[in-house]
């Protein structure tokens, strides 16, 4: 984010071109890698994702008038709404995040002015490293900051994840939103997703989080994403029948599980026990990497990838393809595919003395069993959303 960041010059100078001034402020969020703990945020899991430096990035400055101009340094589009109101649109569609940020902050009351924006990304999009999740809480910050109020760190992430769920339409949890807002340097996140209690775990020192991309581009809306949701839900009401006081998954232990299965059809039992399991591995990775155990710590990275490949069937070949290629390098402490799944990215934790012999064999692997080339992303733990007055 400093001054002689290229991106950043690049798109200040695009601001002026475009908006014929300068911009007042610059605003950042950035994406995420969830390191363990997946579909479970929205059954009141724990999840531990660490946000990464890669962002989404906005010039802004207010405007009279209750009209948001947004324009995307990516698409090369700009689209103009109202505060009040705007339509859902189907063309320069990413600027439904914006729309549905505006939405929520006038639902909550929250005073809005009207403002400029220039807008790019170093967030791969549609790649499951929450570039949707960046793009609506940097907005929700630059609507912040425009209108000089106060909102309260978790409100914001809450706003998002509404905006996300109302407007764009995936039945997404709070995970993503939450760690752009409140992550800090260096440091893994860990959510307890039912009280939005949070406490930073840092991140070893001698390890690299990478992150492979499959280059499988999934798309949340109409993925398997909102059916599991429901899967999970029908699970929790048949358990409820014999155990009333439970409110999600959250609740259940595995000997519960275990003892109640034959409540459940056989999809219904996989679903929850992934669920479950998947808490289990949290709390106990969470302890490990407190402890510095880091091959515990990676074990449980493979089972989780397991987990969600059997029992919750959102990984895909491509996806196993590169899990399967990280464990052959002697460096690599964990792999597991990462986000909704259906495609999009693993995340791995590598020596970092073994980063580069990781890269070519992963890539040069990939390229023979796929005939597709994946990215590689070496990402360092950022911190979340910042704004900054020019
Ligand atoms: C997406 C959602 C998150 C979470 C993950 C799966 O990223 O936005 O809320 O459910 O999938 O763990």
Redesign the pocket.
């Given at each position: 984010m400093g001054k002689g960041d290229p991106v950043r010059n690049s798109l200040l100078r695009k601001f002026q071109e475009v908006f014929g001034r300068p911009a007042a402020w610059w605003v950042q969020a950035p994406g995420r890698v969830?390191l363990i703990?997946?579909?479970?945020?929205?059954n009141d899991g724990f999840?531990f994702p660490a946000a990464i430096d890669r962002y989404i990035q906005m010039a802004v400055a207010p405007r009279d008038g209750r009209e948001i101009r947004a324009y995307s340094a990516d698409f090369g589009e700009m689209s103009t709404f109202p505060l009040e109101d705007p339509p859902h649109v189907a063309t320069a569609s990413w600027s439904n995040y914006l729309r549905g940020v505006a939405v929520q902050f006038r639902r909550r009351g929250i005073p809005m002015k009207g403002m400029d924006v220039a807008l790019s990304g170093t967030v791969p999009v549609g790649a499951?490293l929450?570039s949707?999740?960046a793009l609506e809480v940097a907005t929700a910050e630059a609507l912040r900051v425009v209108a000089g109020v106060e909102l309260d760190r978790v409100e914001t992430a809450l706003l998002c994840?509404a905006a996300?769920r109302e407007f764009v339409g995936?039945q997404?949890?709070?995970?993503?939103?939450f760690v752009s807002v409140l992550a800090e340097p260096g440091t893994a996140l860990f959510i307890d997703c039912r009280d939005l209690s949070y406490r930073t775990v840092p991140l070893a020192d001698g390890v690299s989080l990478v992150v492979c991309d499959s280059k499988v581009q999934r798309k949340?809306e109409s993925s398997a994403?909102n059916q599991r949701?429901r899967e999970c839900e029908e699970a929790t009401a048949a358990l409820r029948r014999v155990l009333p006081d439970i409110r999600a998954l959250r609740d259940i232990t595995t000997e519960q599980l275990e003892t109640y299965r034959s409540l459940l059809s056989d999809v219904l039992y996989r679903r929850a026990r992934h669920v479950v399991t998947e808490n289990e591995r949290v709390l106990r990775a969470v302890e490990l990497l407190g402890r510095g155990n880091l091959e515990a710590f990676g074990s449980l990275l493979y089972a989780s990838h397991m987990s969600l490949r059997q029992d919750y069937e959102?990984s895909c070949r491509e996806l196993d393809v590169l899990v399967e290629l990280a464990g052959r390098v002697s460096g690599t402490l964990g792999a597991r595919m990462?986000?909704?799944?259906f495609g999009g990215c693993t995340v791995n934790l590598v020596r970092d003395t073994a980063v580069e012999e990781f890269r070519t064999a992963v890539t040069e692997g990939y390229r023979e069993a796929t005939g597709m080339d994946c990215a590689v992303y070496v990402c360092r733990p950022s911190g979340g959303v910042l704004s900054e007055r020019l």
């Open positions: 969830n703990g997946e579909h479970t945020d929205y999840v499951g929450s949707s999740a994840q996300e995936v997404c949890g709070i995970m993503d939103q949340l994403y949701r959102v990462t986000g909704a799944g």
